[in-house]
């Protein structure tokens, strides 16, 4: 089975699983090739989006060793009716731990049929010049496994569609993510009000639209 269409979803804030997904696509040779970069408040308070493809590529960052919940929340308002899905994390060079887990559950909730998965290293959030973590991941080792994940996808796409493989995959992790009791860290930044001149360029730039005038957060917490 060709390829035809092919989609690239996934939430990025900072960028790196942007890198990550689309280094795996561009390996994937198809004719029509769509991006849906749900990592804004307003395309994710949108999720009537034609998902109709042959394959798609769904990526997310993993923190705490979960999805965010900007992630789940998005993904639960899709319903597709068995389209195929690569799944992929990108984490910070700790532990992925339950997240490919609950990605999986998560897509197949919404109608995905998941044939492959992977997880890759991108770039701390926390990582700073005093206190570097996978500083400059992806790198180009990284982004070349990235290259050969998807060559081989395009490759084996026929066989990895076949109902004996898809039962045959095994999803690192542990349903008991739903039960943990995550960190209540803040989400968003505190404002020094004798500081702020009330430009509004933090709400401009942040990547996934977390500030707001009245000081309340946009996103949950985790």
Known sequence: MHVKK?????????????????TISGSVQCETLETIDFTKKKIR??????LNADLVIIGTPAYYGRIPNEV????????????????VVVYGNREYEDSLKELYDTACAAGFIPI?????????????????????????MDLERAKLFGATIQKEFR????????????????SDYKNKTMPKYPVAPETL?????????????????AISVD???NLRTI
């Open 159 to 174: 066989s990895l569609i076949t109902l004996d493989n898809i039962n045959k995959i095994s999803i690192p992790g542990s």
């Open 215 to 217: 000081g309340q957060s």
């Open 72 to 87: 789940t929340d998005y993904l639960s308002k899709i319903h597709v009716n068995n389209v195929y899905a690569v799944l």
């Open 116 to 140: 492959a998965c992977a997880a890759f290293i991108g770039e701390h959030s926390y990582s700073s010049e005093k206190l570097p973590m996978a500083h400059g991941r992806p790198d180009d």
């Open 6 to 22: 092919l989609i690239m979803l996934y939430f990025s804030p900072t960028g790196t699983t942007k890198k990550i997904i689309e």
């Open 193 to 209: 009000k004798e500081c702020c001149a009330m430009c509004n360029r933090c709400l401009e730039v942040c990547p996934v639209e």
């Open 45 to 50: 308070e949108n999720a009537d989006v034609d």
